[in-house]
């Protein structure tokens, strides 16, 4: 993994951090790799950053806070929350926050690509 | 590490991602640590959450945007991130987000202790 590709801001980030129960780890894992897929393909999604060291963190960057808010609803990602709350995690926060200022070492906000910077 | 037991929104969200060289990986853990007891002790730190899995991710939670900028200007800090620009990191971005929302899987939001809700 590395590190997203984010525009200027502003744009938003979902914060989620997550404490895994040892349940189902088979099904977790399945479950992760096809919300990825999935979130890549929504409308509005900018990039994914990723780590779980006991504490997992997942921060998922969009365009809008409106797209975030509707990835959220897609069904299948529903019946994903759903059994995240269920069996996969012992307890988890989110948070939804929009990013102001961005810098890396190399200036003021990371480019997007070419022509931006 | 647990979640951090952040307040009701709004609150400031610092979201640090890095890749790590392989150099002096001793001198990078002392001051890791160093800097988590010094973040600790500064004036609207709230929490933090951290872990790293090839790319590392860490989030601190403060008060105010202005608490999180004063953090950042403190000295010991400096000579630790410009250590960090030369030394620990391949790569890094520093992304500033005001949190907006936040929820667990008990509510709205996360409890900042006794009488919180």
Redesign the interface.
């Known amino acids: ?4 590709p ?1 525009p200027e ?1 502003p744009y938003t ?1 979902v ?1 989620f ?3 895994r129960t040892s349940d189902d780890q088979e099904g977790y894992t399945r479950a992760s790799e096809r919300m990825a897929r999935l979130a890549e393909a929504q409308p509005g999604f900018l990039g994914v ?9 997942t ?1 998922s960057y969009w365009a809008t ?1 409106a797209d975030a808010a509707a990835w959220k609803q897609v069904a299948e990602h529903l019946l994903a929350r759903r059994r995240g ?1 269920e069996v996969w ?1 012992a ?15 190399d200036g003021p906000h ?1 480019s997007s690509g070419p022509g931006a910077g």
Do not use: F, K, N, Q
């Open positions: 993994m590395t590190i997203a984010t801001p980030a914060i951090t997550s404490l950053e990723s780590a779980r060291e006991g504490l997992g963190l921060v806070e709350r995690y307890d988890y926060a989110v948070r939804v926050a929009t990013v102001t200022r961005a810098y890396g070492p990371r």
